[in-house]
T-cell receptor, first 112, second 112 residues
Framework: AQSVSQHNHHVILSEAASLELGCNYS??????LFWYVQYPGQHLQLLLK??????LVKGIKGFEAEFIKSKFSFNLRKPSVQWSDTAEYFC??????????FGTGTRLTVIP | KAGVTQTPRYLIKTRGQQVTLSCSPI?????VSWYQQTPGQGLQFLFE???????NKGNFPGRFSGRQFSNSRSEMNVSTLELGDSALYLC???????????FGSGTRLTVV
């Protein structure tokens, strides 16, 4: 993929609600996709990555993402969010020029 | 193993001054890339170094420059600082971009 886009800018959920954050990619040959999370005041951490194979990717902290080729999507999901999931989430894709193209990010606020 | 280390964590500079930021990658990682993160523009790629050579550069003015040393440590320099250069500057290292990038905690630069 050459670029990604995220359309949810700010999502507010109550604890225990289910989460789905959207990410769409533009076609660019081999598709590799990442989800990163940035907790307040902390560095970007890799949540999960997709290279090939099983389109359902399991990540850390109970997150998963599903690669759907027909929809050019790689949405991030979590069945039950916690207050500690409050953070900014970034979808990203390698550009083929040894760097990552990041989406604009989705800020998630979880209300206790 | 130690993560990506960026120094300093915070900097306050005056317009017109120059600044140098440092990044020590994970041991064994030869690729180091730099990103600028701002609320308005999100995460934008600055440049990437591999084995002391700049392989790719983002769309930033020539005031932004960098270098990489033989031990893979990297520095970025911003000359003639402008107010708009205020941002979080992130460094990432990787063994191979396809397997993900590990980010440092960043240097928060404030230009006054």
């Amino acid at each position: 993929a050459q670029s990604v886009s995220q359309h949810n800018h700010h999502v507010i959920l109550s604890e225990a609600a289910s989460l789905e954050l959207g990410c769409n990619y533009s076609y660019g040959g081999t598709v590799n996709l990442f989800w990163y999370v940035q907790y307040p005041g902390q560095h970007l951490q890799l949540l999960l990555k997709y290279f090939s194979g099983d389109p359902l990717v399991k990540g850390i902290k109970g997150f998963e993402a599903e690669f759907i080729k027909s929809k050019f999507s790689f949405n991030l999901r979590k069945p039950s969010v916690q207050w500690s999931d409050t953070a900014e989430y970034f979808c990203a894709s390698p550009t083929g020029a040894n760097n990552l193209f990041f989406g604009t990010g989705t800020r998630l606020t979880v209300i206790p | 193993k130690a993560g990506v280390t960026q120094t300093p964590r915070y900097l306050i500079k005056t317009r017109g001054q120059q600044v140098t930021l440092s990044c020590s990658p994970i041991s064994g990682h030869r690729s180091v890339s730099w990103y600028q993160q701002t609320p308005g523009q999100g995460l934008q790629f600055l440049f990437e170094y591999f084995s002391e050579t700049q392989r790719n550069k983002g769309n930033f003015p020539g005031r932004f420059s960098g270098r990489q040393f033989s031990n893979s440590r990297s520095e970025m320099n911003v000359s003639t600082l402008e107010l708009g250069d205020s941002a979080l500057y992130l460094c990432a290292s990787s063994l191979s971009g396809l397997y993900g990038y590990t980010f440092g905690s960043g240097t928060r630069l404030t230009v006054v």
